[in-house]
């Protein structure tokens, strides 16, 4: 157990619909980023966010938006969902420390159908 | 852009036998970190073994150990004495000091009994 948590742990939509995806991550650590993994674009980086400020941006599509709040916990907001947005979803927390290993959660799988 | 290279989709090992999968990267940076991480149909991502890039000596965990060569920017995993809960994809991946995972493609083991 990373002590990372996710939820919800399966998502099943339809397109054209929004959810969010939260994530809290281990007690002290200040960054959260979130990455998505699918079968065809592999592991991407999404987005990154260090106590409450978004830090960098990757791969996010401009459907997709996240926010970190005062407790730390994160939220990742998938809108307008299309049919290649199915995959799995991966939160992962660290201190925010110059050598910050990345501990991740056990994901949030996602369903568009 | 930092880029991740896995030419291995797929590799197979007889229990207790040693495999090595490869791994090897592009940056202009000189100051990073280099992870394997494993995932098993679980779909966790685990930490297997962490590299710093300006420690010469090569990682060790146990029965896991890496051969990096910074100048030829290679970054293999070798796993000696193979066991059936090795069975998972493998991922190569690149970080500069308190940024993003760059991930590789995976590489798929396969134990075999």
């Known amino acids: 157990d990373s002590g990372v948590t996710q939820t919800p742990k399966h998502l099943i939509t339809a397109t054209g619909q929004r959810v969010t995806l939260r994530c809290s991550p281990r007690?002290?650590?200040?960054?959260v980023y979130w990455y998505q993994q699918s079968l065809d674009q592999g592991l991407q980086f999404l987005i990154h966010y260090y106590n409450g400020e978004e830090r960098a941006k990757g791969n996010i599509l401009e459907r997709f938006s996240a926010q970190q709040f005062p407790d730390l916990h994160s939220e990742l907001n998938l809108s307008s969902l299309e049919l290649g947005d199915s995959a799995l979803y991966f939160c992962?927390?660290?201190?925010?420390?110059?050598?910050?290993?990345?501990?991740f959660g056990p994901g949030t799988r996602l369903t568009v159908l | 852009a930092q880029t991740v290279t896995q030419s291995q989709p797929e590799m197979s090992v007889q229990e207790a036998e040693t495999v090595t999968l490869s791994c090897t990267y592009d940056?202009?940076?000189?100051?990073?970190?280099l992870f394997w991480y494993k995932q098993p149909p679980s779909r966790q991502m685990i930490l297997v073994i962490r590299q710093e890039a300006y420690k010469q000596q090569n990682a060790t965990e146990n029965r896991f150990s890496v051969n990096f060569q910074k100048a030829a920017k290679s970054f293999s995993l070798k796993i000696s004495d193979s066991q059936l809960g090795d069975a998972a994809m493998y991922f190569c991946?690149?970080?500069?000091?308190?940024?993003?995972?760059?991930f590789g493609a995976g590489t798929i083991l396969r134990v075999k009994s």
């Open positions: 991946a690149y970080r500069k000091y308190g940024n993003k995972l760059v």
């Open positions: 992962a927390s660290s201190d925010g420390q110059v050598y910050n290993e990345q501990f």
């Open positions: 007690s002290g650590d200040l960054s």
């Open positions: 940056t202009s940076e000189s100051d990073y970190y």
